[in-house]
């Protein structure tokens, strides 16, 4: 759940409000990771982008933002394909009659490239922490971190 609202926190700053990147969820079947963005998702994602302003990014730093998604925008799409690829792949491997042992190496190589992704965005995140100053740093860290409402179920993104 921290790591998920972690990686939209992150994926929108690169993103600069844009059309943000699609994340894979560990946890998410093949079927759903294929799937277009929900109305709720996008509602998310624009209510998101909106806190970006309470930064108050200079546009030295929204240059320089943009160069860090510039950068990992292909790995990271190479990367998430990897992963509905694979798990595709095995979702046919368990349905069909493979045997454990490739079962078993298909959803290791799947986690791997899941580690590879969330490492990939972390290393965003600190390009993005070493460009705000510290009162911005506190904003953005506050919103990483922000706990949902307690009368509202925790979001699954």
Partial sequence: MLFN????AVTTIVALGGSAIAL???TLSHQVIAQTPTNSLRQHR???GGWLKELNLT???????KQIRTQSKEQMTQKRQAVRQGQQELHDLIAGRASTQQVREKYNQIKVIKQQLADAQFENTLAIRE?????????FADRMYKKPPQNQPPKQN
């Fill in 131 to 139: 460009i705000l100053n510290p009162e911005q740093r506190q904003k």
């Fill in 46 to 48: 624009a209510q998101s």
């Fill in 5 to 8: 609202r972690f990686a939209i």
């Fill in 59 to 65: 546009p030295q730093q929204i240059q320089q933002m």
């Fill in 24 to 26: 894979t969820k560990p």
